[in-house]
């Protein structure tokens, strides 16, 4: 090979004056090599990724458009702002779907959760028993229906329902984490979604964590509601207003219509239940009730206040028997398809779920597009912006009255976390804002069950009433302890620190969900199964251990100095089991084979051989340029990547 010609680069007169005076002081140092590199952490460090992102309109400014450009450009908003009502209407819809899907794949299994009254009298058991069910049925409202019906009818007492309110009070908050999660494809936006879904999760465990055993050691909340039943006259009123039905109706009808009574009554012990389906076939039917002649065993089983003969060896007595005639069929699609619950159940799922996700992508898209320029600046500043001193803790309460209103309109408190947590991703409400939105959709939930329990009949109105004041006093409790002081406001904080976990390692949100929401509840349900001895002989240690690890995390970042030196650092212990990232390892390798084994093999299989020979030749070219010798080491310093 010829020998390369030697070349001298350049060096800027800086450089120059700083050798010379380098030189002149003393021995020159050893090379300083350069290194584009940077570790997350302090990438992290020198930007803040919780600032919100500014939305810069990089469009023509309204002043620089002609008389038709004005007119396309306000034809294309009010034809964004059409298309984004209708995705918004379509994303209620497929949650609604979701929540169905839900109920036919696990609605039977949870009433069969129920059926168990030795357990509910576990307050731990009802806790995660009320977690799963509403995780199960995607809604605490029907959960908290079986839960009044099982008091209404002797099986369970409000004592014991008490836990599993606040269990439900936690499941619901699943719906808006999965739709966090169908936003991982930005890490920024991921980042703040995920922390905007889970401060939800989080103020619900912290609250149970504190209130349950306030509530097992003195039973203020059941105390309290009883109080309030028993110091008004209430009586049966009005039903609350359904205005997010009357809307989603139309379409959701068409789809699927569900007979949710059929877990009622699987769950207070009703065994025909267990062989109907919860597909509604007859949406019109008619009950008829007629006086029949029935035979009896002796005089003693007649009816009372009825008539009662004898005709030969048998005793007659007449009994009103009620008859449901079916009037006409309902309409949705799988009204004729002879499909088992699970099979329709699934069906439902995978297409609520990519509903959700495409529907969720471009909101996201269409938001980003709208909220641009003088438009995101008035929007942030009227979300986001505080009171003027000495008024600015009263903006959060404030927030807290919105959400709640909001709330109470749609009717559902998944509904409207679920369509915060997009907009709190793309930047334009700030998790310091939708924590208290969220607290106030939690209100919002439980004035609309206050008002539902007010409709009920005059046999079960006490007991509905109680259990939906004790949902709404356990919010408010929460909120006294976790927001009024800014420092007890630690949701937030440990939001944060999840919403950085998972933008790092974006499969820690499935794992979140799957030991959150599935895992963690059953094994608390199995070891209450086996017997308070076994719950408590397992769980004592395990969060004495939790409360010792969390501790010493904590010193170790405020006074590392009263450590001793070996707990000063994690780094004793095998690096799986104080780092993610042997894990990350991991998990990429399996994804990275099953992309390439089971997705690209018919790839691999028709690469050109001629291909192989110009790849190779290119990447003799790429090595020759490392026996350059005229690359300096004053030259690495400008050198950013080099490709092989």
Request: glycine residues 6%; charged residues 15%.
């Amino acid at each position: 090979m010829a020998p390369i010609a030697e070349t001298h680069l350049a060096t800027p007169p800086e450089l120059d004056a700083c050798h010379a005076g380098k030189n002149a002081t003393g021995p020159e140092p050893d090379p300083v090599h350069y290194t584009t590199e940077i570790s997350e952490e302090e990438e992290e460090e020198d930007d803040d990724p919780w600032v919100l992102p500014e939305l810069r309109d990089t469009g023509l400014k309204w002043s620089d458009h002609d008389t038709r450009g004005k007119v396309l450009r306000v034809l294309k908003s009010i034809l964004k702002f059409v298309l984004l009502v209708g995705l918004l209407y379509v994303f209620v819809c497929s949650l609604d779907i979701l929540s169905s899907a839900f109920q036919l794949v696990g609605g039977k299994a949870a009433g069969d959760i129920f059926q168990d009254n030795a357990v509910l009298s576990n307050p731990v058991a009802g806790l995660v028993i009320g977690v799963l069910v509403t995780v199960l049925v995607q809604s605490s409202s029907t959960s908290s229906s079986i839960v009044v019906s099982m008091v209404s009818s002797g099986l369970l007492e409000v004592k014991s329902a008490v836990p599993i309110i606040m269990g439900a009070n936690i499941g619901t908050s699943v719906t808006n984490t999965i739709v966090a999660v169908m936003q991982a494809g930005d890490r920024n936006e991921f980042r703040r979604a995920f922390a905007g879904a889970t401060v939800h999760d989080f103020f619900n465990w912290l609250s149970v964590l504190v209130l349950l055993p306030l509530e097992v050691a003195s039973g203020f909340l059941y105390r309290l509601t009883d109080l309030v039943i028993k110091s008004f006259n209430i009586q049966t009123g009005a039903d609350a207003p359904d205005m997010l039905k009357v809307i989603t109706e139309p379409l959701t009808k068409n789809i699927i219509e569900l007979d949710t009574s059929v877990i009622r009554d699987i769950a207070t012990g009703d065994p025909a239940a267990r062989n109907k389906s919860l597909i509604r076939i007859w949406c019109k039917t008619q009950k008829v009730t007629n006086l029949v002649n029935i035979t009896v065993p002796g005089i003693a089983n007649c009816t009372p206040d009825a008539l009662c003969w004898s005709e030969g060896d048998k005793v007659w007595t007449q009994e009103n028997q009620t008859e449901t005639i079916n009037l006409e069929k309902c309409t949705h699609m799988f009204v004729f398809a002879d499909l088992p619950d699970l099979a329709v159940g699934l069906i439902l799922l995978a297409l609520s779920l990519l509903a959700l996700c495409t529907c969720l992508i471009l909101i996201v898209k269409l938001l980003n597009s709208m909220l641009k320029g003088q438009v995101a600046v008035v929007i942030k500043k009227v979300l986001n912006t505080d009171f003027p001193f000495p008024f600015a803790w009263l903006t959060g309460y404030l927030a807290m009255l919105v959400g709640a209103g909001m709330t109470f309109i749609v009717q559902s408190s998944s509904v409207f976390t679920s369509a915060i947590t997009p907009l709190v991703g793309i930047g334009v409400i700030s998790l310091e804002r939708a924590y208290p939105l969220t607290l106030g959709s939690n209100i919002g939930t439980t004035t609309t069950a206050i008002l539902a329990a007010l409709a009920s009949p005059g046999e079960t109105l006490a007991n509905s009433l109680q259990i939906s004041l004790c949902h709404f006093f356990f919010n408010i409790c929460g909120i006294l302890l976790w927001y009024p002081i800014p420092f007890t406001r630690i949701p937030i904080r440990m939001a944060k620190a999840l919403g950085n976990r998972t933008a790092k390692y974006r499969w820690f949100a499935a794992l979140y969900l799957f030991l959150c929401f599935l895992l963690f509840p059953l094994s608390v349900l199995g070891l209450s199964i086996a017997g308070w001895q076994v719950l408590v002989g397992v769980g004592v240690p395990v969060v004495v251990f939790a409360i010792v690890v969390v501790v010493v995390n904590i010193m170790q970042k405020r006074c590392p100095r009263f450590l001793p030196s070996f707990l000063r650092s994690w780094d004793f212990l095998p690096k799986p089991l104080h780092s993610l990232k042997p894990w990350d390892r991991v998990v990429t390798a399996g994804m990275t084979f099953c992309r390439t084994r089971c997705c690209c093999c018919c790839k691999c299989c028709k690469e050109n051989p001629k291909d192989e020979e110009t790849d190779m030749k290119t990447n003799d070219r790429r090595l020759e340029m490392y026996d350059n010798p005229a690359l300096t080491i004053e030259d690495e310093g400008k050198i950013t990547a080099t490709h092989l």
